[in-house]
């Protein structure tokens, strides 16, 4: 079969990582191509002029479209089943299109106390200058949010399992909620990727990706995806990528392709890896807690096992002795990397609470239970005995 004529309906999610999106072209190729190119040429003028139109389809610029590109939000769109797909330069670059294309001032903001500090940070410094209001809620409980809202709430926003603490929310509750206002509901999908969770069979009207993460999940480029309806995510969004120009480049579409055809692999080798892992610290007596929403003792998972078919990479857990502690264990490693990035085939290792929450106030961090002996790991796909050494090592200098 031809991978043009590849219907979506039939296949299953492993599949499509591999197949979909890819219009073959009449050189035959198997791989997909990459298209450099900034601008397509026309036949005539009045082709030129046809390709400008309103609405028209056909590439014109790569700002709005580019073949490569395009067969990366054709493959992601069927994974996370939406009818539509933006790639855009970096996951907060999705951010920022979903609200830019979403709202407008006077507009109201329902948003996770537990998102990616980048979030907030967009909400409280930029998008209140322009008049829109944001309200934050622990993101577990639908009524939560059903007590946040207000006659101009337009976006619900929150991201599961949060990081680092592994938050989970109820996306088909919140759903249900946010359909009964008239609102939409927005989930960044970063930490499961379609592999372990699909939002929008769940309910949610637009998925976030920051495909930096598991999508790449070799940590060698920086973008991102807004996943929703023909509607909102193909109009809207797309009508603000191509204006603005937060796009994706045909390279990185490229790797992006490359890394989703072993997405499924990854995350089930990944929360395998991860579940062995926070197993093996919950045991260590210097480890005063270990949250994964894997573990029976993780408060929500139940929840967890219901909307998610696997448990993804990432832990967070608490040594006794605070920051000098955790800076110890860190510094006392010898294989794994200290780094803030996290969805890499490399073990990464982060202190939060001085490097991706250092920007909070302490309080803040407290009231996310960001304590000062707090760490994430981010587990690999490295052999376990070596993982298991190197934190052990980590543990022996505290
Ligand atoms: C990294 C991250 C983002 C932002 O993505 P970038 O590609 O770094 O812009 C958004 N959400 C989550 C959950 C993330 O981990």
């Not at 990366?72 to 979903?98: N, Y």
């Not at 577990?140 to 101009?152: I, S």
């Not at 480029?221 to 990528?241: C, I, P, Q, T, Y």
Request: hydrophobic share 45%; charged share 20%; with cysteine.
């Amino acid at each position: 079969m031809t991978d043009d004529a590849f219907n979506h309906d039939e296949f299953q999610l492993a599949t499509l990582a591999i197949r979909a999106g890819h219009q073959r072209t009449h050189e035959g190729e198997h791989g997909e191509p990459i298209f450099p190119t900034s601008s397509f040429v026309f036949n005539s003028a009045a082709e030129a002029a046809a390709r400008f139109a309103e609405g028209a389809t056909g590439n014109v610029y790569s700002r709005f479209t580019n073949p490569t590109v395009r067969c990366f939000e054709e493959r992601l769109a069927a994974l996370e089943g939406g009818a539509s797909c933006v790639a855009t330069a970096s996951g907060m670059g999705a951010v920022l299109s979903l609200c830019m294309a979403l709202l407008k001032s006077g507009d109201h903001v329902v948003c996770s106390d537990s998102v990616f500090g980048s979030i907030t940070t967009l909400f409280n410094r930029y998008f209140t200058k322009f008049g829109v209001e944001v309200s934050y809620v622990p993101p577990q409980q639908p009524e939560n949010w059903r007590k946040a809202v207000r006659p101009n709430t337009r976006l619900f926003f929150l991201e599961t399992p949060s990081n680092p603490l592994s938050v989970i929310a109820d996306i088909r509750g919140i759903a249900a909620v946010a359909h009964e206002y008239g609102i939409v509901l927005a989930v960044d999908n970063c930490f499961c990727t379609p592999a372990l969770q699909r939002p929008i069979e769940l309910g949610a009207d637009v998925v976030i990706h920051s495909a930096t993460k598991y999508l790449d999940g070799q940590g060698r480029m920086v973008g991102g995806a807004v996943v929703g309806s023909k509607e909102f995510v193909g109009k809207d969004v797309f009508g603000f990528l191509r204006t603005a120009g937060p796009s994706m480049s045909p390279f990185n579409a490229w790797v992006f392709l490359k890394g989703l055809e072993t997405l499924d692999l990854r995350m089930r080798a990944h929360s395998a890896a991860a579940m062995e892992i926070a197993q093996w610290l919950e045991q260590q007596p210097k480890v005063t807690g270990v949250r994964y929403a894997g573990l029976k003792s993780h408060p929500q998972h139940a929840l967890a096992a219901r909307q998610q078919s696997a448990f993804g990479g990432i832990i967070a857990f608490e040594v006794s002795g605070g920051k000098s502690a955790a800076w110890r264990f860190i510094d006392a490693t010898r294989m794994v990397s200290i780094t803030a990035n996290l969805g890499d085939v490399k073990t990464t290792l982060t202190h939060p609470a001085t490097t991706t929450h250092a920007r909070i106030s302490a309080a803040e961090r407290q009231q996310a239970g960001i304590t000062e002996g707090l760490l994430r790991i981010s587990v690999g796909l490295e052999d376990l005995v070596d993982l298991k050494a190197d934190l052990a090592r980590g543990l022996s200098a505290i």
